[in-house]
């Protein structure tokens, strides 16, 4: 399809050539162009030929010739991406109830969203169309949601129809120098133990461009009553997802598994530059440093408010906010408490505090005379919004005090006004 244009920038080179909102961009150079990625790549050329068809649907040319200063101005609209086509029995978006932020519910299987934004793929939907795109735009890394190497296993869990290996376009890929981080999410009972073990050595195979593989527990909500029966992972397990990682290169634990292991995290050095740190892997770590950078920062600010502060966060990581909250209070004296909040929104299986809803903190939270709240950002989207919907400035107006909201990396924080 085409590229629609949503908007243009004034001071652009684009609309000084004609290019207006609404015209639609058939090719650049004789590229065809159908999304935000074929915008970037074919327009990094010197002169661009631009066929368009303007609103009335008159075909157009436009022949532009760039500066290298002012930007081609060209706002295409917002991308809609390609969805899972898998059947997965673990899929969170399977046991989430109605009624919360539209985008919860869309199942993201989009190879162009992996490469912008590191999101995670099963490359089961690709056409050797896409694979030679990939290729040809260099679209390099992308992040592979593997589970399994074990072909039958993996149609198992994946419950797609077709032919697939996941092996197989592992190298494909690999041998066309894509480079690949990689995402095993664990199913106890379907690919722990020795499948575990037999994925992670075809993983780390020389004949594959692998940057990292990341291990995940499984998320379980409350509402899987319909669905395959699965376990969450336990403290034993994790003990043993440890043990089983530390044999293998370029393999990380989820924080998530070293706190059901009770165990201590690894140093900086260990997850070298965080390669997985949108999947949970080495947040707390990069958190506590950069507290340590930060907090005298952090407590001068604070003590300027004379505010008490009650940290708020999900049960798992209860005990690890609490050391810093006591680190506060040698310098702040009995100023600093934290609150667990329990998850019964999605079931009390569910600990980690970025699946925390509005409604779960205002139905458990007391909040005390002369005390602000603090959250982290991971409980909100983007635009400002939990889970359920609701906006930090009605959280914060329902709580009837001051919002801090904390960056998860706490590398900067800020008031809701």
Same mark, same amino acid.
């Given at each position: ?43 990094? &050329? ?11 649907? =008159?075909? +157009? ?13 060209? &706002? ?17 978006? =399977? ?11 869309? $199942? =993201? ?28 735009? +260099? ?21 797609? $129809?077709?032919? #697939? ?9 690999? =041998? ?64 043993? @997802? ?16 070293? @706190? ?25 770590? @990069? ?19 004379? +505010? $008490?502060?009650? #940290? ?10 609490? %050391? ?10 009995? $100023? ?57 400035? +009605?959280?914060?107006?329902? @709580? ?7 960056? %998860?990396?706490?590398?900067?924080? %800020?008031?809701?006004?």
């Amino acid at each position: 399809m085409p590229l629609k244009i949503a908007s243009v920038n004034k001071d652009g080179l684009a609309v000084k050539y004609g290019l207006r909102v609404g015209d639609t961009i058939i090719s650049i150079n004789n590229q065809s162009v159908e999304d935000f990625l074929d915008l970037q790549f074919h327009s990094a &050329e010197e002169v661009l030929s631009i066929n368009f068809k303007d609103n009335s649907g =008159d075909l +157009k040319q436009a022949e532009i010739h760039q500066n290298w200063e002012t930007p081609l101005g060209i &706002e295409p609209v917002v991308h809609k991406c390609r969805t899972c086509t898998n059947d997965c029995i673990f899929c969170f978006v =399977d046991q989430i109830p109605t009624g919360l932020r539209k985008t919860l519910y869309i $199942k =993201d299987d989009d190879y162009r969203l992996s490469f912008t934004f590191g999101n995670y793929i099963t490359l089961t939907n690709l056409s050797p169309k896409d694979y030679d795109r990939i290729i040809h735009q +260099k679209l390099s890394p992308l992040y592979i949601s593997v589970h399994t190497t074990n072909p039958l296993l993996h149609k198992r869990m994946f419950r797609y $129809k077709q032919n #697939f290996n996941i092996m197989e376009k592992l190298k494909f890929l690999s =041998d066309n120098r894509i480079e690949l981080h990689t995402q095993i999410v664990i199913v106890p009972g379907w690919n722990d133990g020795n499948e575990l073990e037999s994925s992670l050595k075809d993983l780390i195979s020389p004949d594959l461009n692998i940057l990292s593989i990341g291990i995940v527990p499984v998320g379980i909500t409350k509402y899987r009553k319909s669905l395959t029966k699965i376990s969450k992972v336990s403290s034993e397990l994790a003990e043993q @997802l440890l043990e089983i990682s530390q044999k293998y290169p370029r393999t990380y634990c989820s924080d998530e598994i070293y @706190l059901l292991a009770d165990r201590e995290l690894p140093n900086q050095v260990f997850y070298n530059y965080y390669p997985q740190l949108e999947n949970g892997i080495g947040m707390l770590r @990069l958190f506590s440093a950069n507290w340590k950078k930060n907090k005298e920062k952090f407590i001068s600010e604070i003590k300027k408010n004379d +505010k $008490k502060l009650v #940290f708020v966060t999900g049960k798992l990581a209860f005990n690890f906010i609490s %050391e810093i909250a006591s680190e506060m209070n040698q310098v702040y004296p009995d $100023k600093i408490r934290v609150f667990p909040v329990i998850n019964k929104f999605f079931g009390k299986t569910v600990t980690v505090t970025g699946l925390l809803t509005a409604s779960d903190i205002l139905h458990q939270l007391s909040v005390e005379k002369n005390e602000t709240v603090v959250i982290s950002s991971n409980v909100f989207n983007d635009d400002g919004y939990t889970l359920d919907n609701v906006h930090k400035k +009605k959280l914060k107006y329902k @709580l009837k005090t001051n919002l801090l909201i904390v960056d %998860e990396e706490f590398f900067n924080w %800020e008031f809701v006004n």
